[in-house]
């Protein structure tokens, strides 16, 4: 047919040209503007640890506090962005605006100490203003993320086959670009704020950030744009109101007999409908039909009585919440990159022959690993996988993000051997009190970014897919956001563990198990236990995964 078959209209508000509109044309420019932010967020997050020890001299402790949090309140972001976009401005209009307060925030920062004199008066300090700042870019980012990453998916209509295939790929080459980006980042912007300056690093920042509002904008004639359906948490709150003023009623044994919009499509526009699922029977009573409902066909009080496809929008949420739980360990895992990898790092040789190597940018390999398993991964090993599940991805999308959970198990097992082996060095060369390096090269941290990287393709491309593909019409945003608000509990869990190690270990005189100088330590403890949790974590993952009920539209 001429037109897509989703819903979805051209800026100027026409059905969507299937030839014109859309595709990877549109889906390309994307992620080239996908790249470019993540390129001009990724190096504050990746080298702040130094910055915050180095430059504003906090201790490795309340630095990777602070990480954690900055990067939790990153990622709670995502969330008034994507309600914004599902309910009110649609996902272009919301992006536009996001990248345009991520920009200016950005441009705060660039300013530097000498600008911020000007300030210091009014807010006492220069570091409240980086705080300021930094936490602005935080929020722009993240606001932006899941509607940029879901209207690229939009642009590849669901009720066609071919396109439909399509959409798995761009996810695999949409986590690509940003790891392209994360590596570019991770070297040459964080060699040059290591060597050139911070000023020099956030003005990059600024200009690669810059580029990529402009790229974005170009594409705008060849976007598939899905209209705002309205705020979906009303939605949810006339279901759980509904049901409650229904809890005495008794459901038909016949679940046709529930309410249900009789038109094409869902009652909410630009909706598919949702097949009736069993489970949950609570949530089915707000769609029992009555005497008066009846007598008043078309003027139902959608406070009083909902249709099926409205109950299972909740239904699923409901579902998806055992699987994002089970996520949660796996983002304070991930977290460990930033943070204690960096510091663990610090306290190694970082040198290879002549040339010295930024503790942050070692993160690179973790990148690296990304770069090259995505296309190896949708290249190579989903066609072997297919040829015997007959899958058109190889594997269920949870059975990707179970593998992902075991190798971020690995990582931590191999990051406590690391560290034993540190210490033990140290003991050695009578560099135990002593707050230098030891002489073991920070090489041998390459396996543990190796695994968490191969953890990475596995567990955060299967989240975004189930999150994207389970994710009722009109709240693909709302539940991206959710996908991505994970990392942000996980980020806050990790600070919450790091705040508990010094009160538990840090007792009759010792200096617990990461004090300011690693070498009187036993961060491998830490990483130890981090491996324990995940192992527990895996399970309850296992058992919520192998009850999930994927959804069925029409």
């Known amino acids: 047919t001429e037109y ?78 994507a309600f914004v976009a599902d309910s009110y401005l649609g996902k272009y209009r919301t ?18 100490p000498h600008a911020w004199t000007v300030w210091v008066h009014l807010v006492s300090s220069q570091y409240t203003i980086f705080l300021v700042g930094l936490y602005m870019v935080g929020l722009g980012y993240g606001a932006q993320r899941p509607c940029v990453t879901s209207f690229g998916a939009d642009q590849f209509d669901d009720t066609d086959y071919v396109e439909k295939t399509k959409k798995s790929s761009f996810f695999n080459w949409h986590y690509f670009a940003i790891n392209v980006g994360s590596l570019i980042a991770g070297t040459v912007i964080v060699w040059v704020q290591e060597h050139e300056g911070w000023l020099w690093g956030f003005t990059i920042s600024t200009l690669v950030v810059t580029l990529g509002v402009c790229i974005f904008f170009l594409g705008s004639i060849m976007y598939r744009f899905q209209k705002p359906g309205g705020s979906p948490l009303t939605r949810l709150c006339q279901v759980v109101i509904a049901a409650t003023r229904n809890f005495d009623k008794v459901l ?56 099926v496809t409205q109950v299972e929008e909740l239904k699923i ?25 960096v510091e663990q790092g ?3 040789d970082k040198h290879i022959g002549s040339f010295e190597i930024p503790a942050a940018s070692f993160q690179c390999v973790d990148t690296i690993t990304v770069i090259v398993l995505v296309p190896i991964y949708g290249k190579l090993i989903v066609p ?29 097992v191999s990051a406590a051997l690391v560290e034993g082996n540190r210490l033990q060095i140290a003991q050695a060369e009578g560099l135990v009190h002593r707050k230098v ?71 009759g005189g010792s200096p617990g198990w990461i004090p300011d100088n690693l070498n009187e330590g036993h961060l491998d403890r830490f990483y130890l236990m981090m491996a324990g949790l995940s192992f527990l974590n895996i399970v309850v993952f296992v058992l919520c995964a192998m009850r999930y009920k994927c959804k069925k539209a029409f």
């Open 4 to 81: 897509t078959g989703d819903g979805s209209v051209c800026i100027s508000g026409h059905p969507a040209s299937r030839k014109h509109t859309g595709n990877w044309k549109a889906s390309f420019l994307i992620i080239v503007c996908s790249l470019c932010c993540y390129l001009a967020y990724s190096p504050i997050g990746k080298n702040l640890v130094s910055y915050l020890t180095k430059v504003l001299h906090e201790t490795n402790l309340d630095a990777a506090r602070h990480v954690a949090t900055w990067q939790g309140t990153s990622y709670l972001a995502p969330l008034v962005g």
């Open 95 to 112: 992006v536009l605006n996001r990248l345009h307060d991520f920009h200016h925030s950005l441009q705060l920062i660039s300013a530097g």
């Open 252 to 307: 038909p044994c016949d679940s046709s007999a529930l309410y249900e919009f009789m038109g094409q499509g869902s009652a909410n526009e630009g909706s598919r409908k949702l097949e009736h699922t069993t489970g949950l029977e609570f949530f089915d009573k707000a769609t029992i039909v009555t005497l008066p409902d009846c007598e008043s066909p078309g003027q139902h009080n959608k406070w009083k009585i909902c249709t």
């Open 317 to 341: 949420l409901i579902r998806m919440f055992p699987i994002w739980s089970a996520m949660v360990l796996f983002a304070a895992v991930q977290e460990q990159m930033s943070s204690t990898f």
């Open 346 to 348: 610090m306290a190694m």
């Open 384 to 412: 072997v996988i297919r040829k015997f599940t007959g899958r058109a991805n190889g594997i269920t999308s949870p059975q990707r993000i179970g593998i992902g959970l075991c190798f971020s198990m690995f990582s931590m």
């Open 437 to 507: 390096a030891v002489p073991m090269s920070i090489v041998w941290q390459g396996p543990q970014y190796f695994l968490l990287g191969v953890a990475l393709v596995f567990s955060n491309i299967g989240l975004t897919e189930v999150f994207y593909d389970e994710s009722p019409d009109g709240m693909q945003s709302l539940c991206m956001a959710f996908s991505l608000v994970n990392m942000s509990v996980g980020n806050y869990l990790s600070s919450f563990i790091l705040s508990l190690v010094p009160v538990f270990t840090a007792r």
